[in-house]
């Protein structure tokens, strides 16, 4: 199903109408699912740091990009966009290789939930920032004391990095006194590599 207003290649984002399900929620629907996903953004840091420290108005999760078919059929009562470049886009098989995320609303019109499709080989996370960043699943993805698979700290905040908008410096303020001097040095050595120069170096440093 296409949805609606998507006329011609794309339709421009505009003000969308987002209320994110939970982690909570979206574990729920995906608890029968064999496939290494996980929360990831500002839903993973409050995961990670054990409560919800500020308001989110939707929710993002990755998956291995080859899992999409199996995903999508699971949450198959959202109806899904692929969205990219400020626009959204009607599912075909040249935007989903275009764009990686996936924007799932239900029967009401209200956007649910993101869906990242990362670059991965087998049971490898390759970043989509720089392929030179890989890690195992099994070293990508965390779990919650609820048993939520959540993204690790230092990868969010690898991408949060390329935006340093207020929220993604208090995300990194709330997660850096609880990471791992080896988190934290996974954290600045790929900042230096994919933004070299960056002004959360001398933080991480």
């Not at 987002?18 to 608890?31: C, F, Y």
């Not at 991965?120 to 890989?134: E, K, P, S, V, Y």
């Amino acid at each position: 199903m296409i949805a609606d207003g998507l006329e011609g290649p794309g339709a421009p984002l505009g003000e969308p109408n987002w209320l994110g399900w939970t982690p909570d929620e979206v574990a729920r629907r995906l608890a029968g699912v064999d496939v290494s996903w996980c929360v990831t953004a500002g839903w993973a840091v409050d995961l990670f740091v054990g409560r919800e420290t500020r308001e989110h108005g939707d929710l993002e999760i990755a998956i291995p990009a080859a899992a999409w078919p199996v995903v999508s059929r699971e949450l198959s009562t959202l109806d899904f966009v692929v969205a990219g470049d400020g626009q959204l886009w009607q599912m075909n098989s040249a935007n989903l290789d275009a764009h990686f995320q996936t924007w799932g609303r239900d029967a009401s019109g209200v956007f649910r939930l993101d869906v990242f499709r990362d670059p991965h080989d087998g049971d490898t996370w390759i970043c989509r920032r720089d392929a030179r960043l890989t890690r195992p699943y099994s070293a990508l993805i965390r779990k919650s004391s609820h048993g939520i698979p959540y993204m690790a700290p230092e990868v969010v905040l690898l991408f949060k990095a390329k935006h340093d908008r207020d929220k993604d410096r208090a995300d990194l303020g709330v997660c850096f006194p609880l990471m791992s001097a080896v988190e934290r040095e996974w954290l600045a050595a790929a900042i230096e590599m994919v933004y070299p120069g960056h002004p959360w170096l001398a933080t991480l440093r």
